[in-house]
T-cell receptor, first 114, second 113 residues
Framework: DTGVSQDPRHKITKRGQNVTFRCDPISEHNRLYWYRQTLGQGPEFLTYFQNEAQLEKSRLLSDRFSAERPKGSFSTLEIQRTEQGDSAMYLC????????????FGPGTRLLVL | GDSVTQMEGPVTLSEEAFLTINCTYTATGYPSLFWYVQYPGEGLQLLLKATKADDKGSNKGFEATYRKETTSFHLEKGSVQVSDSAVYFCALLFYNQGGKLIFGQGTELSVKP
C-alpha cells in the first residue's frame, strides 16, 4: 500500500490554457474524491466517484471542470480555459466506501494560473 | 447548509503547554466528526474521529469528544511538542450522503521550544 499519489505536484500555466491532473488511489479503494483548497481555507468538496460512476458534483465545479475515472482505478481532473481564480491546491482522497471508513488524502497538486 | 467553524489562528504555545482548538458544527442530523492534521509540506492526515454522540476520539495524545448538546468537537492535548506544529482541520461527514467531508477553515498551531 503506497498511499494516494497525485501527479504533477506543481503546475504553472497561463490563463486560458487547459490542465489535467491525475490521481492514483489506494488499490481496492472504490471511492475517490476531489477537493480544492485555497490559501488559508479548508478543503472544499468538488466531486466523487464510486468505482467508475461519478455520483455527485459540487456547484463549485463549473462546466470548465471535468473529472473521469474510466476504469474505476485512477482519476483525472481537467480544467479547461483556466482562470486566475482556479489557482489552488487540488486534493484527491480515496476510501473503501464503507460506513465508518477513513478517507486517505494524497499530497495534492498545486496549480498557479498566471 | 452543513458547516464547520473553528477558532481562528495562529495559535502560538510554548512546549508542554495545554492545547485547546475549538470546533463547532451546524448540521441537520448526526454526522461523524473528524480532526485532520496537515504538517508543513505534507498531505492531510486523519488525526482522530468520532462517529456518534459522546464518543471520544484519541490519537498521539490528542483527544476530542463528540458533544451533541453543544454541537462541538474541541481538540485537546495536555502537553504539546514542537513536532505538533501544523494546521489542524475539523470536519464533518454524513456516510449516507456520499461521504464527502465538510471542513472548517483550519487552525494553525505553532509550538515554540
Amino acid at each position: 500500500d503506497t498511499g494516494v499519489s497525485q501527479d504533477p505536484r506543481h503546475k504553472i500555466t497561463k490563463r486560458g490554457q487547459n490542465v489535467t491532473f491525475r490521481c492514483d488511489p489506494i488499490s481496492e479503494h472504490n471511492r475517490l474524491y476531489w477537493y480544492r483548497q485555497t490559501l488559508g481555507q479548508g478543503p472544499e468538496f468538488l466531486t466523487y466517484f464510486q468505482n467508475e460512476a461519478q455520483l455527485e458534483k459540487s456547484r463549485l465545479l463549473s462546466d470548465r471542470f471535468s473529472a473521469e475515472r474510466p476504469k474505476g482505478s485512477f482519476s483525472t481532473l481537467e480544467i479547461q480555459r483556466t482562470e486566475q481564480g482556479d489557482s489552488a491546491m487540488y486534493l484527491c482522497a480515496s476510501s473503501l466506501g464503507v460506513t465508518g471508513e477513513t478517507q486517505y488524502f494524497g499530497p495534492g497538486t498545486r496549480l498557479l494560473v498566471l | 447548509g452543513d458547516s464547520v467553524t473553528q477558532m481562528e489562528g495562529p495559535v502560538t504555545l510554548s512546549e508542554e503547554a495545554f492545547l485547546t482548538i475549538n470546533c463547532t458544527y451546524t448540521a441537520t442530523g448526526y454526522p461523524s466528526l473528524f480532526w485532520y492534521v496537515q504538517y508543513p509540506g505534507e498531505g492531510l492526515q486523519l488525526l482522530l474521529k468520532a462517529t456518534k454522540a459522546d464518543d471520544k476520539g484519541s490519537n498521539k495524545g490528542f483527544e476530542a469528544t463528540y458533544r451533541k448538546e453543544t454541537t462541538s468537537f474541541h481538540l485537546e492535548k495536555g502537553s504539546v511538542q514542537v513536532s505538533d506544529s501544523a494546521v489542524y482541520f475539523c470536519a464533518l461527514l454524513f456516510y449516507n450522503q456520499g461521504g464527502k467531508l465538510i471542513f472548517g477553515q483550519g487552525t494553525e498551531l505553532s509550538v515554540k521550544p
